[in-house]
């Protein structure tokens, strides 16, 4: 088996498909075509196809010859024994994390949840929920998932800190080739310019019922991804079907709590990294 060596943990709506868009691109990693295997968390399937056969899972990277070879499962930051899961197979891996202001993060993966995996509650219930731990996966804990202190330290503590590099999403747009620079010279491979123009995941409203069904049906949804490069499938669906300006606005009561819930784990993990975070709403 070509062993993996490099692991993309989270977080969800941190902005990981950019990230393997842009890495899957450069000829010394091997990052699968498919993104999200899912074997090492616990999320209940929903749709997801998680690989849960070892020999499945050994298939995927057969095929590698390139020297960094690895995987991007969001959820992986979530779960607490992953790190030592992945620890206990793959012990010499480098560990990728991008994270995003909390808050933000919260709203977007709110949005798609109501996309994909639809409850038609409003986001004050799903925070009540969370909170009575009614939620414990990686999909349904929306407030659990933006809490990042913990979940970095253990990444960190297991694997040790010179093999774990945390960026952000608000560096990925900013700064897009510092990042991608940042990354490669993490994973000592040689630095080249990658396309850092692909985005991926953005959230679009439908402009008409054409829209509707074209993005938010699953089986349209899986033929446009099977049938259209990336690029047609974006044009078409920020462009066309959708509409980005569209985006629900999150209530400014609805912000004020979530920070009242975040702000002490922003303090730490900003304590913990020895650096400012690229958001200010715990200051």
């Not at 994390?97 to 994909?116: A, G």
Request: net charge neutral; proline share 7%.
């Amino acid at each position: 088996m070509t062993r993996p060596n490099f692991f993309l943990v989270g977080t969800t709506k941190g902005g990981t498909s950019t990230l393997h868009r842009w890495l899957e691109r450069h000829p010394q990693i091997f990052l699968p075509a498919r993104k999200e295997l899912h074997y090492f968390c616990h999320c209940p399937d929903r749709g997801l196809n998680a690989i849960r056969s070892s020999d499945e899972y050994e298939r995927i990277f057969s095929s590698a010859t390139q020297p960094i070879v690895g995987e991007a499962t969001p959820c992986y930051m979530y779960y607490p024994d992953v790190a030592d899961a992945i620890h206990a197979e793959f012990p010499s891996s480098r560990i990728l994390i991008t994270l995003r202001d909390p808050v933000e993060r919260f709203w977007s993966h709110y949005l798609m949840n109501e996309v994909y995996l639809p409850t038609g509650l409003p986001p004050e219930e799903i925070v009540d929920m969370n909170l009575r731990g009614e939620a414990s996966t990686a999909l349904d804990d929306l407030v659990g998932v933006g809490m990042y202190h913990d979940q970095v330290e253990r990444f960190m503590s297991t694997f040790g800190h010179d093999s774990v590099l945390v960026t952000f999403l608000e560096d990925i747009a900013a700064e897009p080739t510092r990042v991608s620079e940042t990354i490669q010279r993490f994973l000592e491979i040689p630095t080249i310019d990658l396309d850092t123009t692909q985005r991926d995941k953005q959230y679009v409203a439908p402009r008409n019922r054409v829209g509707k069904i074209a993005l938010r049906n699953p089986w349209v949804r899986s033929i446009g991804v099977a049938i259209l490069p990336w690029q047609v499938r974006r044009f078409l669906r920020t462009r066309i079907l959708g509409d980005p300006g569209l985006k629900p606005v999150m209530s400014e009561d609805l912000r004020e709590r979530l920070w009242s819930l975040y702000r002490s784990d922003s303090i730490k993990l900003e304590a913990l990294l020895k650096r400012p975070l690229p958001w200010s709403g715990h200051r």
